[in-house]
């Protein structure tokens, strides 16, 4: 089965580009290295915030200051446990299903979930909104557990069409289906802070797999977005 990826440029107005990726494979993947994991959390903190201190000092600021001095530790512990945290299998999350005991066979959508992640071109935020939607195979997954994956698959260096797609693929793998789709709405600060700084635009990306590669499928899940 193929999947369509869409990628939509809100400010440009840009015409839609649709075509098929075949994305089951590692190339979507974040990159990493073999020994990604070799040191623990605590080792990895230890030596960004040492770097993170040399970055300070060639900007010439004064690490002495009371404001600065624990600058270095705060940001290393935020890139490992906090924004950065969704690169760890580890912290992977674990899928509650329940039996579907009522049958229910519909689009069932939650969206408006908070996208907070990082572009891995510049390290700046990707802020936005994601809609995800399934068809349930005979099992639901607990309603959290959909903000919990799309919350795991952004805190990482991240690319927005990856990210799409990352979030559909483990959809796919907690509800053993491939009737998932996804949408993610978003603002870029490695483009309004900086660069065009046009704060106004949003990229729209959007992967449908399953039967929402349908017509039908496809328009009444964006019907329910709005």
Do not use: W
Not at 1 to 8: A, E, Y
Not at 74 to 93: C, D, H, Q, T, W
Not at 148 to 168: D, H, K, N, W
């Amino acid at each position: 089965m193929t999947n369509n990826h869409i990628i939509i440029d809100q400010k440009d107005n840009a015409e839609v580009m649709e075509y098929d990726t075949g994305h089951h494979g590692s190339a979507f993947d974040t990159p990493l290295r073999a020994d990604a994991f070799d040191l623990d959390d605590d080792t990895k903190m230890e030596l960004i915030a040492g770097h993170f201190a040399g970055i300070m000092q060639v900007l010439g600021m004064d690490l002495q200051d009371d404001s600065l001095k624990d600058t270095p530790k705060r940001v290393a512990k935020m890139y490992v446990k906090e924004i950065f945290s969704g690169l760890n299998p580890a912290n992977k999350p674990k899928p509650t299903l329940f039996k579907n005991p009522f049958q229910y066979k519909q689009i069932l959508v939650e969206k408006n979930i908070a996208v907070f992640s990082n572009c891995e071109h510049h390290f700046l935020p990707i802020v936005g909104k994601a809609h995800v939607a399934y068809i349930s195979n005979g099992q639901v997954i607990g309603l959290s557990k959909l903000n919990r994956i799309v919350q795991y698959c952004s805190q990482r260096p991240q690319v927005q069409e990856r990210l799409t797609i990352q979030i559909a693929n483990l959809l796919k793998e907690a509800l053993g289906t491939d009737d998932v789709a996804v949408i993610i709405d978003a603002y870029h600060h490695c483009v309004s802070s900086r660069g065009v700084r046009d704060a106004g635009s949003t990229t729209i990306t959007a992967e449908y797999c399953g039967q929402f590669l349908n017509t039908e499928t496809k328009s009444e899940f964006l019907k329910y977005i709005g």
